[in-house]
């Protein structure tokens, strides 16, 4: 079966065509350049793309896959979590040829997307990230630029959160971080690569929440452990920046390339320690068969070692999307995580049904 996939929770506007687990098609488009205050995507930015780009994009994928928009047989759309305007964007266009080409239309969480992109394969049928299919149970883990969550599954689709973040994503921490030391949005790769050439051990930042029995993070201290950092090395930021309005990232040039990459180091060293922390903590306590692991994050090859080092350690497996456009945002993960939806019958069909899905959060509830 042929599913279109859409996918614009955020800045990229992507769609995907699968056939089954096997992509024939992934066009990710972005051109954001606008950012808000703390370096994010501003809403109604992004809005403005996907509204210009979906239709060109869909044709795209079709031209890619060498199909007519006719013969696609369901289609699928992330609901939210995401920016809510943006996902609007998507949405309304997936209902719109779901209910023109009388096809139907998978709603679907984007943290599920992010959890099966492991599981794409190419257009030979050989998987993209050298995981066939999952075993049970496993422990998922999704860690991205707004979740830092881990959940346990039983079977395909039965998903219970057992842990989140009670304030910054581990990727927000990444790009907060990243903006006080004047790189560009997003900014986990610039972070990976100073830290290459840092000195992890300069700074000891801490790694909150680490002695707590539950499954939760909190990075918002590890951030401002930073940001004090920073000041102690250049002193009093107030008068470093003269008469004018301070902004965080004037910071970064009152700092040598030494020490943003002995911060960027030691920041990610702190991270990374964390993350493995906890993950070896809910591995010993749900014993599952497998750690999967999806989400922009798991771009960070310091990151993908650690957590290759805790599962051999522990003696279980590790699934994680081996592309980097399989890590981060991508309508790939939306039609895979679809192709399970579809096996088990959980569709929309009825065109009452789907002109009543909505985004995640809800427009009525707003
Ligand atoms: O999954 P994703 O593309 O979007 C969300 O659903 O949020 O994740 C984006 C996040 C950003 O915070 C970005 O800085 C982070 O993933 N990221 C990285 C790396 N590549 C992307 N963080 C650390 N190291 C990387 N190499
Ligand atoms: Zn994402």
Redesign the pocket.
Known sequence: MNILAIDT??D?TSIAISQDLNIIANVSWTKMKVHSDWGGVVPSEAKRQHIEFLEPAINEALKLSNLKIENIDYFAVTQGP?LAIALESGVDKAKELSLKYNKPLVPIN?MVG?IYASLAKDENGKSLSDVNDFEFPLLAFA?????TSFYKMDSHLDITEIGYTLDD????A??KV?RMLGMG?????Y??QAALKGNPDKYDFPKPMLHTKDFNFSFSGLKTAVLYAIRKIIGDYDKNAGKGVFKLEDASKLLTQEQINDIAASF?KAAIETIINKTRKAIIEYNPKVLVV????I???A?RKALINLTDELGIKLSYPKP?WL???NASMVAIASYYYIKKGIVKTNAKEIEEIDRIPNKSNL
């Not at 860690?143 to 979740?147: A, L």
């Not at 994503?169 to 927000?172: L, Q, Y």
């Not at 949005?185 to 790769?189: D, E, I, K, L, S």
């Not at 999806?294 to 994050?297: A, D, F, I, K, L």
């Open positions: 929770s955020c990229d995401g984007h992010h860690i991205s630029g707004g979740h994503a581990v990727g927000e990444f790009d990243g949005f997003p900014a986990g790769v972070i990976e990610q999806g989400g922009g994050v771009a960070n090859m990151l980097m890590c981060t945002d």
